[in-house]
C-alpha cells in the first residue's frame, strides 16, 4: 500500500512540473504582410489530461533572434486532444533563408516509433525564404488535423489537405521527427507495416499498408514549396497517428475522375461514400475551392440511404479561379457510431478521395489582321478574364488546321507557331508585326494566334487562328536559278514577279528596279549591280560569276523615280543562291544546300553526272535537302547538282519555282578512324621485357584495319611517343625489350589502329606497368688486395639512377658513404687510407630508381662482414 501512494505521489509531481508530457502533434505556417515581416502560426495538438498548458511558446526566428508567439485560441477535440493556435509577427534584417524553430518539453508518453518519447522535447520547423527575385511568400495552409485513427491489419490513408494561396507547387516526402534545436531525433524510425509506407510526393497522402503493432506512432511529412523551379520554403509537419485494434471497417468513398472547365462555369457532382457496416458517416472538403472569399465552393450533405451517404459539390467557378496548376480538393469520410456522436469507445475509421479541378480562361475573340506590302497589324478584343495580366502573340506561315482539344491552354511546340511578342497589360489589345523591322515576306501567308497570360503562368486557350497574305505591292523574287558554274564565269538567273497592287493611281511613276548583290546568302554585303526602267522587265542574267565557290544574294528594290519625288516603295526581301556542300566519307558522299530562299521549297531533286555519258541523271528525291549517295568508289570523282521546286502560298504566283544549285564534285574517301584496340599489359622482370597483347572489340574492326601503333611513356606525366609501328592487322602482341643502359623498365602504352587511308583510332586507354629494380648487395667482402673481392661491390645493378649509402662500424660511427650505384668501398676508413679491421658493419642504403610517377626510393638495412686479415683499428674505435 505505500509504494502504490508513494507512485501515485510521483506521478502527480511530474504532471505538475514544467516539463509534463502533453505534445502529440503541430506545424509552422505564415503569411506575409510586408517586404520583411511575416506573422507566424505555430498549431500545436497536445493532450487534455496533462496539467502541463502553454499560454505562449519560444519562437527562435533563425537570424540569432528569438521572441514569443502567444496563444490566440484553443478547441477541445475528441479522444483528449486539443488544438492551440499561436500568433506572432517578426521583421527580418533582409533577404536570405531562415530556419523557424519552436520547442516544448516534451512528448507524450508511449510513442512507439520514438524510443523514451515521454523524454524527448518537441519541435517543429520551417524554413521561409525571402527573395525579391521570386517574390513575396505565404505558406501553404494545411486543413485536415494531423491526428488520426488507423485500424490493425487494414489500410491507412490519410490527407494533409494542402493547397497553397499563392497558386505555388507542392512535393511532399516523408522526414524524420525534430527535437531540440529543430535537429532529428536520434534512433527514430518509421512505424512497421505488413507491405508500405510512404507519402505520395505528388498528392500529399500518406499510405501505410499496413499497421502491425496497436499503439501511438509520430510521423514528419515535409512539404515542399516550388516557384518556377525554385524551391521558396519548407514546412514539417508532425503528425500522430493511433493504431487501434477493431472490427470496424473504414467506409469507402467512390472513385472521383479529373474536370476541368472554362472559367464562368459551374461545377456539380455528388461525392458517395459506403460504409459496410452501415454506420453513420461523416464526410468533409477541404481545399483551395473551399476556402477562396469570392466565390467558395460548397459541400452539403444530401443523405444517407443503407450504407450510402451522398453529398454535393456545387462551385461557381470565376476568372479568379484561374490557376496554372489544378485545384486539389479532399474528400473525408469518417463513420460514427451514430450522428453528430464521436464516441471514445467507437473506433472510428476514415477513407479519403481527391478530385483534381482544372479552371482554364476562354479564348481570346474577335483577332482581325491587315497587312500592307510587309508588315501586318494586330486587334483583338480584351480576355473576358479581367486579371489577365497580357498576351503572348504566335505567328506561323502557313494555316494548320488546329482546334484546342477543351483542356488545352496555350499553344503546342509540335504546331511549328512562333511566339514572336508579348503585351503587358489586360487592356494592350493591338501589335503591329514588322517582323523585328526587318519586313515580312511577299507571297507567305501569315497566321496568328493570341493566348492570355496569368500571374502563376496560366495561360488561355488560344484563339481561332487569323490569316493573311500581305499586299502584293513590292517585287517578289522568284528566281535565283545557277545557270552556269564556273570560278570565273558563272552565271545565275534573277527573276521575281511584278507587284500586282502597286496603286498606279497614286503613284503615277516613271518606276525603277534596283538590283543588288551580295557574295554570301544573307544579304550583308549588298552592291548595287545594275537598273531596269519597266515596270514589265522582271528578269535578269547575272554574268562574271565565281558560281563554283561563292553563293550569291540579291536583294530587288522598287523605286517611285520621279523628278523631286523618288522614293523606295516597301522593304525588299532577300533571296539567295542554293549552294551545294560536300562532305567526303568512307565510299559515300555527304551532300546539302546552304540556302536563304523567301518561298517555301516543297521538293528537292539530286542529280549526279553520269561518267560515260557525262549527262546528269537523276537519283534521288526528298522533302528536304540532305542527302547521302553511298556504295561509292573511294577515289573517284563524283559530280552533282541540285534543283529546288518550291511555291509561295499566294495563289497569284507563278508555281512551281525551280531553281538549281551550282555544280559540285567531289571524291569520296575513307575518313572515319577504325576501332580503337583493347589492350593488355604484362611483365617478365628476370627478362627485363614488358608484354602487350590486345584484341579488337568486334569482327566487324577486322575489314578496316591495316596496322597498329605501339605509343609509350616511362612514367605518367611525360607525353606518350611513337614507340612502334606494326604493318600487319594479323598481328595482336608485342615484347618490349630493355637493356641495362635503360633507365627503367616502367612504362605506359597505349595502342591504336590504322587503316589503308592512314586514318588512326583515338587513344582511348593507356595501360601502365611499374619498373622492375634489381639491386642486391653482397654481405662479405674480403679487401686483401689479393684481386679476389677487393671491393664492395652490388651482386646485381640495374636500373639504378643512384644511392646514398651510409656503412657504421658496432659503435655506430660512419666509417663509409657513397652515391656511386657501384659503391667500390675498399675498406677504407671515410677518405683515408686506413683500412677498418675485420668485423660486421652495419649499413643503410636507399636505392633510387625511375618508376611510374617518376624518381623513387626504397632503403635496404643490412649488416656485411669484413675479412682483410688485419687486426688494425679504425681510428674512431
Not at 85 to 108: F, L, Q, S, W
Amino acid at each position: 500500500m505505500l509504494k502504490y501512494l508513494l507512485l501515485t505521489a510521483a506521478l502527480f509531481g511530474f504532471f505538475l512540473s514544467g516539463k509534463a508530457t502533453h505534445n502529440r502533434a503541430g506545424e509552422i505556417t505564415y503569411e506575409q504582410i510586408g517586404p520583411l515581416s511575416f506573422e507566424i502560426t505555430i498549431t500545436t495538438y497536445t493532450y487534455t489530461l496533462s496539467l502541463a498548458d502553454r499560454s505562449e511558446l519560444e519562437v527562435s526566428w533563425g537570424d540569432n533572434t528569438t521572441g514569443y508567439a502567444t496563444r490566440t485560441q484553443f478547441v477541445l477535440l475528441p479522444d483528449n486532444y486539443k488544438q492551440n493556435t499561436y500568433k506572432a509577427t517578426h521583421t527580418y534584417p533582409g533577404a536570405g533563408i531562415y530556419e523557424i524553430v519552436v520547442e516544448d518539453p516534451n512528448r507524450n508518453f508511449g510513442v512507439l516509433n520514438i524510443p523514451n518519447s515521454v523524454n524527448v522535447v518537441f519541435a517543429l520547423k520551417t524554413i521561409l525564404q525571402i527573395d525579391p527575385i521570386l517574390g513575396e511568400n505565404n505558406t501553404p495552409i494545411l486543413l485536415n488535423p494531423p491526428i488520426d485513427k488507423a485500424a490493425l491489419n487494414q489500410l491507412f490513408v490519410h490527407d494533409l489537405g494542402a493547397w497553397d494561396p499563392d497558386g505555388d507547387s507542392l512535393s511532399f516526402k516523408l522526414d524524420t521527427c525534430l527535437t531540440e534545436d529543430g535537429l532529428p531525433i536520434e534512433d527514430y524510425s518509421f512505424p512497421l507495416f505488413d507491405s508500405l509506407f510512404y507519402v505520395n510526393e505528388v498528392t500529399g497522402q500518406l499510405i501505410w499498408d499496413s499497421p502491425i503493432q496497436v499503439g501511438a506512432y509520430n510521423v514528419a511529412i515535409l512539404i515542399e514549396e516550388w516557384r518556377r523551379g525554385v524551391k521558396i520554403g519548407t514546412i514539417v509537419r508532425d503528425m500522430q497517428i493511433n493504431v487501434e485494434e477493431t472490427d470496424n471497417q473504414p467506409p469507402v468513398i467512390n472513385p472521383l475522375e479529373p474536370i476541368c472547365v472554362i472559367a464562368g462555369t459551374s461545377i456539380d457532382f455528388l461525392v458517395e461514400a459506403s460504409d459496410p457496416e452501415q454506420n453513420y458517416i461523416e464526410m468533409l472538403a477541404f481545399g483551395a475551392p473551399m476556402e477562396y472569399p469570392i466565390n467558395p465552393a460548397e459541400f452539403t450533405r444530401i443523405g444517407q440511404l443503407g450504407a450510402l451517404t451522398s453529398y454535393q459539390f456545387h462551385w461557381e467557378t470565376i476568372c479568379r479561379h484561374v490557376k496554372l496548376n489544378p485545384h486539389t480538393i479532399s474528400f473525408k469520410a469518417k463513420d460514427t457510431s451514430e450522428a453528430g456522436s464521436f464516441s471514445n469507445d467507437f473506433i472510428s475509421l476514415s477513407d479519403y478521395e481527391q478530385v483534381q479541378i482544372r479552371v482554364i480562361a476562354p479564348p481570346c475573340e474577335n483577332l482581325t489582321l491587315e497587312a500592307s506590302n510587309s508588315t501586318v497589324s494586330l486587334s483583338w478584343s480584351p480576355s473576358s478574364c479581367t486579371n489577365a495580366i497580357g498576351y503572348d502573340i504566335y505567328r506561323k506561315e502557313g494555316s494548320s488546321g488546329w482546334t484546342p482539344d477543351s483542356c488545352q491552354t496555350g499553344i503546342p511546340a509540335s504546331l511549328g507557331y512562333e511566339k514572336i511578342a508579348s503585351t503587358e497589360s489586360w487592356s494592350d489589345t493591338t501589335y503591329f508585326d514588322n517582323n523585328q523591322e526587318v519586313g515580312l515576306r511577299q507571297g507567305i501567308e501569315y497566321c496568328y494566334r493570341i493566348v492570355a497570360r496569368f500571374t502563376d503562368g496560366a495561360e488561355s486557350i488560344a484563339s481561332d487562328a487569323a490569316c493573311t497574305l500581305l499586299q502584293n505591292g513590292i517585287p517578289t523574287i522568284t528566281h535565283v536559278d545557277v545557270v552556269s558554274t564556273d570560278a570565273e564565269s558563272g552565271q545565275i538567273f534573277v527573276g521575281w514577279a511584278k507587284p500586282k497592287e502597286l496603286d498606279t493611281m497614286q503613284l503615277s511613276g516613271p518606276f525603277k528596279y534596283l538590283i543588288y548583290r551580295s557574295e554570301e546568302i544573307w544579304g550583308e554585303n549588298l552592291v548595287l549591280i545594275d537598273s531596269l526602267s519597266s515596270l514589265n522587265d522582271t528578269s535578269y542574267l547575272d554574268t562574271g560569276l565565281n558560281t563554283l565557290n561563292l553563293p550569291y544574294s540579291y536583294q530587288i528594290e522598287l523605286y517611285h523615280d520621279a523628278p523631286n519625288n523618288r522614293f523606295l516603295i516597301g522593304s525588299p526581301h532577300i533571296a539567295s543562291s542554293s549552294f551545294l556542300e560536300i562532305k567526303a566519307g568512307d565510299n559515300h558522299l555527304e551532300l546539302s544546300l546552304r540556302k536563304n530562299t523567301p518561298w517555301i521549297d516543297s521538293l528537292f531533286q539530286l542529280d549526279r553526272q553520269n561518267h560515260q555519258t557525262l549527262l546528269f541523271d537523276s537519283i534521288d528525291t526528298k522533302e528536304n535537302f540532305l542527302f547521302i549517295d553511298d556504295s561509292l568508289k573511294n577515289g573517284t570523282e563524283y559530280c552533282y547538282q541540285i534543283t529546288g521546286s518550291g511555291f509561295y502560298h499566294d495563289p497569284n504566283l507563278i508555281r512551281p519555282l525551280i531553281n538549281r544549285s551550282q555544280i559540285a564534285c567531289a571524291i569520296p574517301i575513307d575518313t572515319i578512324p577504325p576501332c580503337t584496340p583493347m589492350l593488355n599489359l604484362g611483365s617478365n622482370c628476370d627478362d627485363f621485357v614488358n608484354y602487350l597483347f590486345w584484341s579488337l572489340p568486334a569482327d566487324s574492326c577486322f575489314e578496316d584495319i591495316s596496322g597498329f601503333r605501339i605509343y609509350y611513356s616511362p612514367n605518367t606525366e611525360d607525353p606518350l611517343q611513337l614507340l612502334e609501328e606494326i604493318d600487319s592487322a594479323g598481328i595482336f602482341e608485342f615484347e618490349h625489350y630493355f637493356t641495362d643502359i635503360d633507365p627503367t623498365t616502367a612504362g605506359c602504352y597505349a595502342i591504336t589502329a590504322v587503316d589503308s587511308f592512314f586514318n588512326e583510332s583515338p587513344i582511348e586507354v593507356v595501360a601502365c606497368v611499374d619498373a622492375c629494380y634489381f639491386y642486391e648487395l653482397p654481405n662479405v667482402f674480403t679487401p686483401n688486395n689479393d684481386g679476389n673481392h677487393d671491393l664492395l661491390v652490388p651482386i646485381t645493378n640495374l636500373f639504378v639512377e643512384k644511392v646514398v649509402m651510409k656503412i657504421y662500424n658496432r659503435w655506430g660511427n660512419l666509417v663509409y658513404e657513397t652515391e656511386d650505384p657501384n659503391i667500390n668501398w675498399d675498406g677504407s676508413y671515410l677518405d683515408t687510407p686506413q683500412k677498418v679491421s675485420d668485423g660486421v658493419y652495419y649499413y643503410v642504403c636507399d636505392v633510387y630508381t625511375y618508376r611510374l610517377s617518376g624518381l623513387e626510393h626504397f632503403t635496404l638495412v643490412g649488416f656485411v662482414h669484413v675479412f682483410a686479415g688485419t687486426d688494425q683499428v679504425t681510428p674512431s674505435e
